[in-house]
């Protein structure tokens, strides 16, 4: 990824939205959907929704709310039905002996008792069956539709997001304690793998083992060698690695390399061996005499090791096909000689102690894959040599620079004092939390039931209380303590590996047709068929998520047309965020305090904890802030007098204009901003906004970030006053199967829809320059997004069916955006996780595996947590609210001392 945040001006998105902020004006009758769970079964909360009890066909089959509900794996088992009572119901939730058996082999017994008892009927499949098979199916048939629901429901009873957590748990677990072996053994500087091991990702794209190699730009490289001396010492493919290593800090150098008479040098890089098997034509005394020259200046390197950086570089194997005659005796076999001889000698010319001398051997197999290439069989390809030069660049600046995507040769963070306070307060939560479980659990056995020996009956002391908000607070903490730990082992304490990104155009195009084949293989019925229903803009978050998460880990970003449409989805994002809240406000006035709490809650908790953990300012976490400021602009534009809502705007047509009004205020104000750089520099300059919104002691990515999409919330919040307009005047037809306006205006607005779409596509896909189409990017964006709405509602039938794969991932983008910083990417999204080396796919699956369950976690801590500290009683809300500011005073207070204290 060529700009991840935080990314310079032409960086690359990812921006998800929360669960809460993205309203839909049918969620205020039907309250929240049920939650569809396509892989992971979730622990079902509330009753079930009006108008399921009709066996709608959905992803597993027909059957009743009840049937689908024990389809998708419900803990609760359905009781045994009596012979002859088998409803037809479907696959997903037929209700039958082996259905009611539960699990294990008492389940397939009672399946095939039942089945030698019942005589042949027709077989209740979910799908119509042919016409020849319509009077009565063979008994196998049903045999294998009945085997079909218990296996399924077999899988889904063992596998629920319960155990899936727990699995990750331990996943987790087994990782650490291999990774903390493994260092153990073979040690963990990160140096040492830079200069002996490696792989070629692609085409001049070098992969160091388990951790990132950063490449160095020239303002960088000059900054890290001021007034530094090096010293390259050697043969001509020394001679050749020095040029590559000064073009690194000056391209158009082309001095010779003069005999270096300053004084000691910084970095010394010695290396020979071919020139000595050329003139003596190869022979064994050569060899011996090699061993003893080294033998001699070893113990000289070693003094120069304890001062300065000293690298011995091994002999590169050759071409031999391509060499000259009087090269021919220059075999790999002796160079390999050579090699082992300065290897031992070098390695024992210390008793007691390793080395100090670094062997530089990864240039050794960078050239077995590139000496093919070379001109004469004996000097490496250029493209080999810079790989080397930016190796040695990497060894010596990354631990002056500590560049991020630069994770070899950089030892660990120190933990800063707000960190140990943090770690402080997670210990103490754990803590408490063991008490209240241990005092609990001895409350519930002295409360479980006891015999009468007089009755023989048994009697119940009390009944258990409550769980108490306190233990709610302590068990959420003490889990999300656990998950930091997490975060932290990952991205901060150097024990997993990281690698670097390299795209292809198979690694982000497969997985996306893969995810897509799922989405639309799980689907279901919508609870109702209104435009940007709930479940659709679920969906909608959910695939646009999946995408932008394929787009981040593949490094897709340096290919500009899959950049140009995935800052599309980010605008999307930013639509949805418009037309949720201006629908919400509108449609229900709700101005109250609590609701601002809650959505700024929930949007904000999990960034101001990884700020503090992972020592990272806020505006790090760049979309956060972005949605968190533009809430804040949609509900003071509403809230302000007059406050202008729907109820208010029906019995009089002038305070529709009243809101036109204010909207065309903001869009002034919005373009007054974003054609003045200054101004919005000043604004967000100011103390304490400042210590929010800087990056690198300046706002300037924050103005970026703003200007990006500063159109597009305002979009979305004239979208829903126009929409809610015409539903309230009955303009649009949202029957179930109805198209949305008239036949011929439906396939007209089709038809201007699709033909926008695919030009937005074709103009995105020829864009040559990105800073060009990122300014067309604020105007445009907007056609494709309005285009994919009207493809996606205006036939009725595409309305009243949705992904519940794709939903379910969206109820939980948010999460999925922020954890992957850490916990699927590494070093703040520069790289990859590697928990299980030498096998990317098996690594993807299995840090894919964790990287979901631990956002899911997440998200119910989140909400767990907004009861509690977001009560609905308002003098109990603003001594939160007092709390909470004091909470956040301290923090600026010890966030300044941290600054001062760095510099």
């Known amino acids: 990824m060529s700009l991840p945040p935080p990314p310079p001006a032409a960086g690359d998105p990812v921006t998800p939205e929360d669960s809460l902020g993205s309203v839909t004006p049918g969620d205020w009758a039907t309250g929240p959907p049920s939650q569809a769970q396509p892989l992971l079964r979730q622990e079902a909360k509330g009753e079930a929704e009006e108008g399921e009890e009709t066996g709608v066909q959905g992803a597993w089959g027909k059957g009743t709310a009840e049937q689908r509900r024990r389809g998708w794996g419900e803990a609760a088992e359905a009781p ?58 063979h008994g ?21 997001v319960r155990s899936a957590k727990v699995l990750a748990l331990v996943a987790v677990l087994l ?48 900054n890290c060698l001021v007034d530094k001396h090096i010293a390259f010492i050697g043969d001509s493919r020394i001679r050749q690695l020095f040029y590559s290593f000064v073009k690194i800090i000056n391209p158009q150098f082309k001095e010779e390399g003069n005999k270096d008479s300053v004084a000691k040098p910084h970095v010394i890089v010695a ?11 190869g022979s064994n005394e050569a060899l011996s005499q090699y061993k003893m020259n080294i033998t001699s200046i070893a113990p000289l390197l070693e003094k120069l090791a304890k001062t300065s950086d000293v690298y011995w570089v091994l002999q590169d194997p050759v071409y031999e096909d391509l060499l000259s005659e009087n090269r021919k005796m220059i075999t790999n076999e002796k160079i390999d000689a050579y090699n082992e001889a300065a290897v031992s000698i070098l390695n024992s010319s210390t008793r007691n102690s390793k080395s100090n001398v670094k062997v530089f051997s990864v240039s050794k197999l960078i050239a077995q894959e590139t000496i093919m290439e070379s001109l004469d069989g004996l000097h490496l390809p250029e493209s080999s040599r810079e790989t080397s030069a930016m190796i040695l660049m990497n060894v010596y600046c990354n631990k002056i620079l500590k560049p991020v995507d630069g994770s070899c040769c950089q030892p660990r963070p120190p933990l800063t004092l707000i960190q140990k306070l943090a770690a402080c307060f997670f210990t103490l939560s754990i803590i408490g939390y063991l008490i209240f479980y241990i005092i609990h659990r001895n409350a519930h056995r002295k409360n479980k039931p006891c015999t009468d020996l007089e009755s023989g009956e048994e009697k119940k002391n009390i009944i258990n209380p409550s769980v108490s908000p306190l233990e709610v607070f302590l068990q959420s903490f003490c889990k999300l303590g656990l998950i930091m730990a997490y975060f932290y082992m ?21 997985p996306i047709i893969y995810i897509l084949v799922l989405g639309v293989f799980y689907n279901e019925n919508t609870k109702e068929t209104k435009v940007l229903n709930r479940e659709q803009t679920d969906e909608w978050k959910g695939w646009m998520q999946l995408v932008i998460l394929i787009y981040h880990i593949s490094g897709a970003s340096t290919f500009l047309p899959v950049y140009m449409h995935i800052r ?33 809650f929930r949007l904000n908790f999990l960034v101001v904890v990884l700020c503090i953990v992972m020592d990272r300012p806020y505006q790090f976490y760049y979309f956060v802030p972005l949605v968190t400021v533009w809430f804040m602009v949609i509900y003071v534009t509403l809230a302000l007098w007059p406050q202008i809502i729907q109820k208010k705007a029906n019995g009089n047509c002038l305070w529709h204009f009243g809101l036109l009004l204010k909207l065309a205020f903001l869009l002034l104000c919005i373009c007054f901003l974003a054609y003045s750089q200054g101004a919005f520099e000043k604004i967000f300059s100011l103390w304490p906004l400042s210590k929010c ?47 949305l306006f008239s036949s011929k205006i439906s396939n007209f607005l089709l038809f201007i829809s699709v033909v926008s779409f695919l030009t937005y596509s074709i103009w995105a896909s020829s864009c040559k320059n990105k800073a060009e189409c990122n300014e067309l990017h604020p105007s445009v964006s907007v056609v494709q997004i309005l285009a994919f709405i009207l493809i996606r509602n205006i036939p009725g039938y595409a309305r009243s069916v949705y992904s519940s794969f794709f939903a379910w991932f969206g109820k939980i983008s948010l999460e999925l955006f922020i954890c992957q910083y850490h916990i699927w990417l590494a070093a703040d999204t520069r790289g990859i996780l590697v928990l299980i080396p030498g096998n990317p796919m098996l690594n993807i699956i299995v840090s ?42 301290g923090l600026l207070i010890l966030s300044s001392i941290q600054d001062k204290s760095r510099h």
């Open 80 to 137: 045994a039905a009596e012979e002859g009572q088998v409803e037809a119901g479907g696959a997903a939730g037929s209700a039958s002996p082996a259905g009611g058996a539960g699990g294990g082999p008492e389940g397939w017994r009672r399946l095939l008792a039942w089945l030698r008892r019942r005589q042949p009927q027709c077989c209740p499949c979910a799908a119509p069956l042919p016409r020849s098979a319509a009077h009565c199916c």
């Open 693 to 739: 919104f800087e990056l690198k002691g300046n706002v300037y990515e924050w103005w970026f970030r703003w200007r990006l999409d500063r159109y597009v919330v305002f979009h979305g919040m004239l979208f829903a006053f126009i929409y809610l307009a015409l539903q309230k005047r009955q303009i649009l037809s949202e029957g179930k199967g109805e198209p």
């Open 490 to 510: 990952c991205d901060r304490a150097n024990l997993f590996m990281k690698e670097n990104k390299f795209y292809t155009h198979s690694t982000f195009f497969i």
């Open 271 to 281: 290396g020979a061996a071919t020139w000595s098997i050329k003139i003596h034509n």
């Open 568 to 600: 599309v989805l980010v605008a999307a994002y930013l639509f949805q965020t418009g037309y949720g809240h201006f629908s919400y406000f509108w449609v229900k006035g709700d101005f109250g305090i609590h609701r601002v709490c809650q959505v700024l």
């Open 140 to 160: 196998g048939t049903k045999m294998a539709a009945l085997a079909y629901n218990l296996g399924k429901r077999e899988i889904n009873h063992y596998f629920s």
């Open 848 to 889: 894919t595996f964790i990287f979901v369950c631990v956002a899911h976690e997440i998200s119910q801590i989140t909400n767990d947590l907004a009861q509690i500290i977001i009560p609905k009683d308002n003098s109990s809300l603003l001594k939160r609210l007092a709390c909470i500011a004091a909470f956040f005073c």
């Open 175 to 222: 990782l650490a304690v291999c990774h903390l072996a493994s260092r153990r053994y073979r040690g963990s500087d990160s140096c040492e793998y830079l200069l002996s091991s490696g792989r070629f990702l692609g085409e001049k794209v070098w992969q160091p083992h388990s951790c990132m190699m950063h490449k160095y730009k020239i303002s960088e490289a000059k």
